[in-house]
């Protein structure tokens, strides 16, 4: 059996595909995997190879719906996507084509349909994005992570399921992490997540209170890019600061050491979260799908929820202090989060993709 996976852009919409992937797997050994990614994937490329799927990408274009010069010359890179689709699935032969969103998916899933290939995709958001809005006429079946989400696609083929989650999450050691992290025994530990792109705004935050903040805890901080010359400089200063532009399988181990996270709102690493019951501080992207996604989380009493337009390095460190002084606080947080988690959504999107290619 041969079934290619597509997402893209961060490795948001990847996370969930490489969960029922694992599941997959499990239930049919041997099945061969393709994953069909954007050209500039690094986040996505990075994750997919580090599960020995092997990464194809192609040509891609983003749909926009404001004026923008891009919107002159991404519709060549959408047909020139579809071509190349087209002799990607007829040459690896798929039963079967699943999506997490992403518009490098678009033009895979429009060619997939026509060559009559079963296409899954799955709603990871609050709010659907428009990929996926495109791809959901030639879906066989649509899973979404919300019970709201059920309203946004067509009925009889909408199925909720939760969002995936991969199980490796919970092979994280504290152990291993202290040695692995070169941390300090019985110091409390940050860990700060930008997404798979990083998040400037955060970084800067971080970074006006980096030096005040290790005094009492210590940090494993994702940048999504280079660390800056003063991040060198400050490795070289400070033993409690720890800066790394992505981590892959060692993300086991930071989650597990952590004892407050701060990130991004993307369905991805929030399901993460709750799988592991971390208690957490968001900041969404502004004026994007996160910020749905994370009020529903707030709603529920299950993180701290800032407004990066309003939130200053000073808010940011006091919540901090207070949430590492608060065992209490944390202990509720964790609780509300795990109560979130949908822990065989994966289980069950790979049983409705199996039982759909079988008829």
């Known amino acids: 059996m041969r079934i290619i996976l597509s997402g893209g852009g961060t490795g948001g919409s990847v996370t969930p595909l490489l969960a029922v992937a694992e599941e997959l797997e499990k239930q049919k050994p041997g099945i061969e995997f393709l ?9 996505e490329k990075k994750l997919v190879e580090g599960q020995d799927i092997p990464y194809q990408s192609i040509f891609s274009g983003k749909l926009r719906r404001y004026l923008n010069w891009r919107n002159m010359i991404d519709p060549f890179f959408i047909i020139f996507g579809l071509i190349q689709s087209f002799f990607i699935i007829l040459k690896f032969k798929p039963q079967a084509i699943l ?15 026509f060559l009559r290939v079963p296409i899954f995709i799955h709603q990871q958001d609050m709010i659907p994005g428009l990929a996926n809005k495109l791809m959901a006429p030639m879906a066989r079946k649509i899973t979404v992570s919300f019970e709201k989400s059920l309203a946004d696609f067509k009925i009889n083929k909408t199925v909720l399921t939760g969002n995936p989650v991969r199980h490796w ?16 025994h019985n110091l409390p530990t940050i860990l700060i997540l930008g997404g798979g ?14 030096a005040q ?4 805890c210590q940090i494993i901080h994702c940048t999504g890019i280079e660390p800056t010359s003063n991040n060198n400089q400050a490795l070289k200063v400070n033993s409690r600061y720890h800066s790394y532009k992505f981590l892959k399988k060692a993300m086991t181990d930071a989650y597990a050491i952590a ?22 501080i968001l900041i969404p992207i502004p004026d994007s799908h996160q910020e749905f996604n994370a009020q529903y989380f707030a709603k529920e009493k299950a993180v701290v929820l800032f407004d990066q337009k309003n939130l200053t390095a000073q808010l940011l460190q006091e919540k901090i202090y207070q949430l590492i002084a608060s065992t209490d606080q944390r202990s509720v947080l964790s609780l509300n989060m795990s109560k979130l988690v949908y822990p065989k959504a994966a289980q069950k999107i790979a049983d409705l993709v199996l039982t759909l290619i079988k008829k």
Do not use: H
């Not at 993307?266 to 993460?272: D, F, N």
């Open 99 to 113: 999506s997490a969103g992403g518009f490098v998916a678009v033009p895979l899933s429009w060619a997939g349909w």
């Open 213 to 216: 903040l290790t005094k009492s």
């Open 197 to 210: 792109t990083g998040a400037q705004k955060i970084n800067q935050l971080i970074e006006e209170i980096k």
């Open 169 to 184: 999450i919970l092979a994280g050691n504290k152990l291993r992490a202290i040695k692995k992290f070169n941390l300090e």
């Open 259 to 280: 004892d407050v996270v701060i990130s991004r709102a993307g369905m991805g690493v929030l399901t993460e979260l709750s799988f592991l019951a971390k208690p957490t």
């Open 35 to 43: 994953f069909i990614g954007t050209r500039q994937g690094i986040p």
